[in-house]
């Protein structure tokens, strides 16, 4: 060891040091077929834009009352 490398450790010693920089935990989780699909299906968009839409009508008219 030299003398920067004893300075480090002496500053952190409870700090991991990362040896391996591409480990699984550093990429974004990979959709499942089930998430793909609900992103995609036609059906399943029309059924959220009608609930999120009642549910913004139900606001706006408990708002005017």
């Not at 450790?9 to 409870?14: E, S």
């Not at 391996?20 to 077929?33: D, I, N, W």
Request: hydrophobic letters at 35%.
């Amino acid at each position: 060891m030299n003398a920067e490398q004893k300075s480090t450790d002496a500053a952190a010693p409870d700090r991991p040091i990362n040896r391996e920089p591409y480990q699984q935990a550093y990429y974004p989780p990979v959709p499942t077929r089930f998430t793909k699909y609900m992103r995609t299906s036609i059906f399943w968009q029309l059924v959220r834009f009608v609930v999120i839409n009642w549910k913004i009508g139900r606001l706006m008219l408990s708002s005017h009352r």
